[in-house]
């Protein structure tokens, strides 16, 4: 069905087209707008009323005018055209092809809101994702099906962090998150046979890269960072610039989860999403709800904000049973800069209410010069219990983790004594922790390259190491002579 | 939300050994789906409890997040156009809470039984501010408030419940309760603990300005026995199938054997033996760990766990009294 309308438009604002309405159509149908320049705009219907219908127009407005442009309606949603050939691909923010190649074969077209999906049919995230980041894999685990954010600021280097976990993360042994539903013993029941098989292909591992409203050197620096890395064969690229309007940023996002979703639920791949920077999208969110004259709720973002979210956020994650997209996941790692580092502001706020963690970098680590600088006292995997221990990476890998944090928070405090009484008046065991403190910023958090589990492993046991056993209460005495005693 | 429905159907009642799923209803509405049925979710769930309450049962109600059902009215709220509030929630945010709040009760039923309804509501408050609306006004109709520490939180200290914050108006209602689970202490050792807790708050600001060596020796000894209520007793470790929980039996052996500890350390500390060398005996770590060690079928080893205290204690006294010979003080230091 294809009916076109001209001559009806009575507005226009920024990416705003208000038109009479002169036929019944649906809300978020897809539209395309064509100007007296007969450039073809993508856009969508976003508001109705007796009398008007607005349309979201997702291409530049610029030089479309009210008497010479006509609106055909598809009659249907704004939908994508997906097959296999999309990886190793490079797409605009509404799914366009802009690396000069052929246009992708469509195995199957979907529409681009996807469809929730019923919380019983959901499986629990289950399984390791390696990131190769010690303070991720060995703290805060990522788990396969999990919604973990990244919360940075301006200036920190999350767009390096990104493109690094998109080209050396790697999923471990195991097959499925859907064959561990039957395990029922408790973590770290199995004994430990060294390292895990890596019984997963490499192949069914592949990266959905979403640059929302992204300068174009860093757009620049996602492509070629993944082309060369060798990456970009196995990764989806979609990249909307800053420069692009901002309704085809709202948009962005939900392409590319429908790119994962096909991935993921169809081709039965390991899938994971990386979508930076989720603050550009809030902000065009917010810009796009004013000028629709909504009221505005905290700092002028809609109310609506965390339903909104949450149709983004909600689509990561993996379905039970053995019917048809039980065998794939899908992991959403979302990179958000907090405004003014605040993190009770409302993007991070809302964000941290969907999602199942955070990971924090801290602009106080960056300035001594440590990368990644990943913060991770207020950082958390909530997930974390899920994908570890002796099933998946190692028995002893929670307590580990866990003795690491006591001991960190704990010379977070000899820090604050020593700063105000001086290094020389601190108690021996809090000067310990004080060199834990630095040891550990240095040598665990600080790296160049991507690290295995087992390597962060060892730097952590070593690092505890040079802590008096009496404060090791996290560890049992097996774990200690197991692991920290052997190294004396 | 995935969590609970992957693992509930699993767990089997410690009581019946039924599968838990036979005396639960889950209501999920995950954040996606739209956001008017995330406002009735709570009122749906209210009255499914109120339902069984009525047939005499006693029904315990979690809703998480209370916050997110908040949002929920604020969103659409706004949609009406009402007048934003406090923080941009509606006028009426607190009077709702209280509807919802009030609807926990114990009743007797028209059946001649009892029944009643618990309501635990989980908020999350934006990056742990307690002043917030939501908050505040929970608070004004709740009679217990259990507050999880940031600082806890981030140190991995679980559960984090803040003891100093948190608060239970009933708490001395449950003397009776607990001496019949074999604790007639209960009170008394409570506020003992939480005394020290909030020694132990106000010392360590003292400690910042001039140092933990320079506090007298008393003090030190707050110090460390409340970082042994800490470390021992608040702390559990979810990753330890025995620590995970904790029956009230055993809950009160080792607040017993914990308030044993303080007697014996303050007695030691009358008799001049230094705090220092307290917390270099043998068994502290022991002590400090029993929770993940030492299971709820395995109380006498508690038992035992307390003589060998007794004997620890009862060697640094007398060395004490005169100067400490070499062996006393490689035991103390080792």
Known sequence: MLLTVEGAATRLEGPLLFLRRTLDVGLYDAVEVLGRDSVTRLGRVAAIDEQFMTIEVLESTAGLSLEGTVVRFRGQALSFGLGPGILGRVFNGVGQVIDGGPPVAAHRTVPIEGLPMNPVARALPRDFIETGISTLDLMNSLVRGQKLPLFSGGGLPHDRLAVEIASHARLRGGTGPQDRLDVVAPHGERPYAGAPQRTTPAEDFVIVFAGIGVPYDSAEYFRRSLEQGGALERTALFLNLASDSSTQRLLTPRFALSAAEYLAFDCDKHVLVILTDMTNYCEALREVSSSKGEIPSRKGFPGYMYSDLATLFERAGCLRGEGPGSKGTLTQLSILTMPADDIGHPIPDLTGYITEGQIVLSRDLDRRGIYPPVNVLPSLSRLMKDGTGGQYTHPDHPALSSQLYAAYARAAQARVLASVVGVEGLADTDRRYLQFGTAFEQTLASQDAARTLEQSMALGWRLLAGLPKSELTRLSDAQIAAHIEVLA | ?334
């Open chain 2, 1 to 334: 939300m995935a969590g609970v429905l992957d693992e509930f159907p699993g767990l089997t009642d410690p009581r019946s050994g039924r599968p838990l799923m036979e005396r639960t209803v889950i209501i999920a509405n995950t954040s996606n789906m739209p956001v008017a049925a995330r406002e009735a979710s709570i009122y749906c769930a209210i009255t499914v409890a109120e339902y069984f309450r009525d047939q005499g049962l006693h029904v315990a109600l979690m809703a998480d997040s209370t916050s997110r059902w908040a949002e929920a009215l604020r969103e659409v709220s706004g949609r009406f156009g009402e007048l934003p509030g406090e923080g941009g929630y509606p006028a009426y945010l607190s009077s709702r809470l209280a509807d919802f709040y009030e609807r926990a009760a114990l009743v007797d039923t028209l059946g001649g039984d009892t029944g009643s309804v618990t309501v635990m509501g989980a908020i999350s408050p934006p990056s742990g501010d307690f002043s917030e609306p939501v908050t505040s006004h929970t608070k004004r109709y709740v009679k217990a408030f259990w507050a999880l520490d940031v600082k806890r939180a981030q140190a991995r200290f679980y559960p984090a419940v803040h003891p100093l914050q948190s608060y239970a108006e009933d708490a001395r209602a449950f003397a009776p309760w607990w001496a019949a689970q074999g604790n007639g202490q209960w009170l008394a050792l409570r506020r003992r603990f939480l005394t020290l807790l909030d020694e132990q708050a106000q010392l360590e600001r003292m400690a910042r300005i001039i140092g933990k060596d320079a506090l007298p020796a008393r003090q030190q000894l707050t110090l460390l026995c409340a970082e042994l209520v800490n470390e021992a007793f608040l702390r559990q470790s979810a990753f330890s199938p025995i620590d995970r929980v904790c029956s009230p039996q055993r809950q009160a052996a080792m607040m017993r054997l914990l308030g044993r500890f303080i007697d014996l350390a303050e007695a030691a500390l009358a008799a001049g033996v230094e705090p220092d060398r307290m917390a270099g005996i043998g068994c502290l770590r022991e002590l400090q760990r029993m929770g993940e060690e030492i299971a709820d079928d395995q109380l006498p080893r508690l038992a035992e766990l307390e003589a060998r205290l007794e004997r620890d204690f009862a060697q640094l006294v007398p060395a004490a009294a005169g100067t400490p010979t070499p062996e006393s003080r490689d035991a103390a230091h080792g």
